[in-house]
Structure formats: C-alpha cells, structure tokens
C-alpha cells in the first residue's frame, strides 16, 4: 500500500490557510516528501518538471513570477497544474499573482498559504511528510521508555511482556506500545515505534483484561513514539543453552535498514524481570556514555594474569 | 572425588572468553567442580569466580570434581582445556 497524505489533513496539521479550493481539498494527495520551489519552470523550462511534488513558492519566486507579462504568467501556472500535482503553497504571507488564483481555481488545484519563511516551512514539511510517509511494518512487542532509553520487548505470545510492562509501568516507566509496535525508519540510524492509534495507552493483561495505563497511571505513564534504541527478547529459561555471561556478545536485529543491538534475557520463575530490564537499560546507556563495565572489567583482567605471568616467570628463574 | 592438574601454556592465560567456555562445559554437568590456583579454590560454575583468578601464561591449576558424572564432567573440562588451547 502506498502511503500519502490528504490536502485537507497536510493544511489542518501544519496551520495552513487554505486560499483556493476548501472544496476539493479530499481530491488531492500527497505521494513524497521532496519539495519543489518551481524557479526554472516559471521562465518556460518545463523539460524536468517534478510535478508530483509539492510546489512551494517563496519570495523569490513570487518576485520572479512578478516581472512577467501577464500571458506569460497564466501560461507558466497552468502548466504547472499538472493532474498528479497535489498543492501549489506560499510562504511568509505573500500575495500571489492573480494568474495563479485564476491557473488553480479552473483545473482544481488547492492553494495553501502560510506565515513562515520560506526555508523554515520548507523544512517543517519535509519532516512532517518524513514522518507520514514513511513505510512502517507492524512487530510483535511491547514498546517502553525506561529512563529515557526506547525499550523494545519481544518473545513468544504469554511469556509475560505485558506483565512486564506494567511492572515497567508501575516503577515509574512509561508504556508506549502494547502487543503490536508500528515502526518506521526515522534517518540512516534510527528506528521510531509507536502504537497503532485503536491500541495506544492500553495493555492487555491475562485475567483482567483491557488495562488504559493512562487513566490509572496518568499522563506521565505514556509516550506517544520513541526512536527504538535496544531491543530485549525473552525466552523460556533453557538449561542447555548457553546465554551472554559477561555482556560482551554483539547481536542484532536489522529494522529495515538498521541494526539494533539485541539481547536475549532468559525467563525463569522467580526471576524479577522488570528490574533485570531496567539494569539492561541503565547498563546500556551506561556504554552509550562510555562506561562499559565488560570492557573494564577484561582490561582490568589482562592486567591481573599478566601480573600472576610475571611472577611465574619470576619462579622459574 | 576426580583431579587432574593443569600447566597453563596459553599466553592470555584463563581470559574471559576460556573462562566462559570452560563455566559453561562445568555447568553442563551435576558434579560440583572447583579450579584451584595459588592456594584459592573457585567453583568451576561461577564465571565471575574463575576469573577473580587471574590465572596467567606458566601457571599450575587443579581441577576436582565431585560427584556421579564426576568422571564425564573432567574428560569434558579437559577437552575444553586442549581446544582452547589452554595447555
């Protein structure tokens, strides 16, 4: 399915006044998040029109379009109302040529206008789009903020992630997703999760049912989306295999195109699994800062058997 | 009770990585292992005990091990010993 965005909800969601076409504003959509600042078009260079995107005239183009005859203008206009060319949209204000009203009002093209300079709006709707359009897949998991680190909690249906998040919850943590995590690759380096909108601020607890953590935790219980930071995978204690003992194992799990470091923590009765969590957590942004206790704790080894070397060599001789 | 004694030859000695390895061959058994170095004794299941060690290049250790599958559980440890390339 291809993701796009309505005219009618890019204007309502970014406080843009809508100059001409309140009434086909359904009609329209929005496909990619590049913008075009039309300024070869308007001399007549038509050759590589990206028609598809978003036209946003700013200053320039507007003073530009200014010093044209007005035959010139209505013809650069028209042309740019191209069938798939979702939005013409101002910036700072500006008023437009008249032949620009006249060019989108006969072929149904919506005119948005906004008080922002040029760049900043710019750059407010490309993130905006970034976010909209951005292909997103669906993961078994529940979702939480522990201290500031995105939390992703993955394993097997009753292995016990909800209970655990409502421990999480409990401590002071905060629930974003339950059982079903929305993700989307925000840049190069980051994965954002959020919960599908129907389930957002619920948990599903075995024996009591829906549980809204809003309403019994409070707003400070929730958060609506977290870049995905270390994701924890449980699983049934197996005595036969063989688990990281000192922290040094690097795994991952590849996110559409980013690895996010992994780490398996085994399941046991007795086993307090929100709080092994929660040093996962603090352990890991400990390393972040720098402070790998693994990587001190072998270097202050190395140190030890070479001192005991020493001496064994210091016997023979 | 089985024992068998150790020269280790490997020079980064009993490091994290050997140590792990040889906790996880202890483990896997019921017999109670111990490695001895220097007059100390640690159980052979606790990583964080076989290597508070520190056992370097030239030293002498001794493993014991007691119980039912004692005498499986040493040829195991000594196989893990001579894959490592501990001695």
Redesign the interface.
């Given at each position: 399915m291809l993701n796009y965005v309505s005219i009618k909800n890019f204007a309502k969601d970014n406080d843009l006044t809508v100059l001409v076409g309140e009434e086909y504003l359904d009609n329209k959509r929005i496909y990619v998040s590049d913008i075009s600042r039309p300024g070869l078009e308007l001399t007549g260079y038509f050759d590589y029109y990206p028609h598809e995107r978003i036209q946003l005239f700013g200053m320039t183009e507007i003073s530009f379009a200014n010093q044209l005859t007005p035959d010139e203008r209505l013809n650069v206009f028209t042309k740019m109302c191209t069938e798939s060319t979702p939005v013409f949209l101002i910036s700072r204000d500006l008023t437009p040529p008249k032949e620009l009203i006249e060019a989108a009002e006969k072929n149904k093209m919506p005119v948005l206008i906004s008080k922002l300079p040029t760049t900043r709006l710019s750059s407010v709707i490309t993130d905006y789009l970034d976010y909209k359009l951005a292909e997103r897949q669906s993961i078994h998991g529940v979702l939480v903020d522990i201290y500031g680190t995105g939390i992703l909690l993955t394993g097997n249906s009753g292995i016990g992630k909800s209970e655990t998040a409502l421990e999480l919850v409990q401590r002071g943590h905060r629930l974003i997703a339950d059982d079903r995590v929305d993700v989307f690759q925000q840049d190069e380096k980051t994965i954002v999760g959020e919960a599908p909108s129907i389930l957002k601020h619920l948990l599903e607890i075995r024996g009591i049912g829906i549980v809204d953590v809003m309403n019994l935790f409070g707003v400070g219980a929730v958060r609506q989306s977290t870049p995905i930071s270390l994701i924890v995978n449980l699983e049934n204690w197996d005595p036969?295999a063989?688990y990281d003992?000192?922290g040094?194992a690097d795994d991952y799990q590849t996110i559409f195109d980013v690895d996010v470091p992994k780490m398996t923590i085994p399941v046991k009765v007795g086993r307090n699994l929100s709080i092994i969590i929660e040093v996962a957590a603090m352990n890991f942004r400990a390393k972040n800062l720098g402070f790998d206790a693994t990587k001190v704790?072998?270097n202050q080894?190395?140190e030890?058997?070479?001192?005991?070397?020493?001496?064994?060599?210091g016997d023979?001789n | 009770m089985e024992k068998r004694d150790y020269h280790i030859t490997s020079e980064?000695?009993?490091?994290?990585r050997p140590a792990?390895l040889l906790?996880?061959t202890a483990s896997?058994f019921d017999a109670k292992s111990t490695l001895a170095y220097q007059g100390k004794s640690v159980d052979l299941k606790s990583?964080m005990g076989v290597?508070s060690l520190?056992?370097?290049?030239?030293?002498d250790v001794s493993v014991s091990v007691d119980g039912d599958d004692a005498a499986a559980a040493l040829d195991a440890i000594d196989e893990t010993m001579k894959k490592e390339g501990l001695v």
């Open positions: 036969k063989s003992r000192l040094s704790f072998e080894l190395t030890l058997i070479e001192q005991n070397k020493q001496d064994n060599q023979v | 980064t000695g009993i490091h994290a792990t906790v996880q896997k990583i290597m520190g056992v370097g290049q030239g030293s």
